[in-house]
């Protein structure tokens, strides 16, 4: 599979996908990946305030019953889910998994990643002054989309790595089922609001639903 940066992604706004994230239902515009692959967008940043409140309490309904003691995501599209999905389970605070330099993250833990968003491999980054926050902690990762796994994966290795125990994966949405095979026997962690597929293009320029990816 081709990777690109999210920025070089061409938004096809006239093709839009609907479908539900819980009890929400959501239009979201469809954007070429390559020439045969596209991706219906879910931009957590766009969805505004009252979305994403109604998003973090129903996915923290479900993850409640595991009693996470911290939850933890990905930066950036992450950030709103981890917030609202903290305050809604009445935890004051949460971790963050960086993937872009800080001065703070200078001796950061850190672990390799490669998202379909993404050009070059990244590194994801933990902040060594934080990790007794993790630490023989239970632990549910969140982020909007669990796509290919690829991050979600290297998130489990880099908080497993550091003492933390993953009680569960959550998300707003799961995209076809490569995460399945990518996330192994971990996929049975992930709980999410919504599914969606990606997108193959036809000769004619419509797009058709792909549900395995």
Excluded: C
Excluded at 2 to 28: I, K
Excluded at 34 to 62: H, K, N, P, Q, Y
Excluded at 101 to 124: F, G, N, Y
């Amino acid at each position: 599979m081709l990777f690109m940066p999210l920025s070089m992604l061409r938004v096809v706004t006239h093709t839009r996908y609907r479908t539900t994230v819980g009890s929400q239902e959501v239009s979201l515009p469809i954007a070429d990946l390559t020439e045969d692959l596209a991706l219906a967008l879910l931009i957590t940043v766009d969805m505004g305030v009252s979305f994403m409140d109604t998003a973090g309490r129903e996915l923290a309904d479900i993850l409640r019953p595991l009693q996470p003691d911290i939850v933890v995501t990905i930066a950036a599209m992450g950030i709103p889910v981890v917030h609202e999905v903290s305050r809604h389970l009445g935890i004051d605070h949460y971790g963050v998994l960086h993937k872009t330099p800080k001065i703070h993250l200078a001796d950061a833990e850190s672990e390799p990643v490669r998202s379909i968003t993404t050009a070059t491999e990244q590194v994801l980054m933990f902040d060594s002054a934080r990790i007794d926050t993790i630490r023989g902690k239970r632990v549910a990762l969140v982020d909007d989309v669990v796509s290919t796994g690829a991050s979600t994966g290297a998130s489990l290795r880099l908080l497993r790595r550091l003492g933390a125990e993953v009680v569960a994966i959550g998300a707003l949405v799961t995209e076809a089922a490569i995460w399945k095979s990518a996330l192994g026997d971990d996929a049975a962690l992930v709980h999410a609001l919504g599914e969606i597929p990606v997108f193959r293009k036809n000769s004619d320029g419509t797009y058709r639903e792909d549900w395995e990816g």
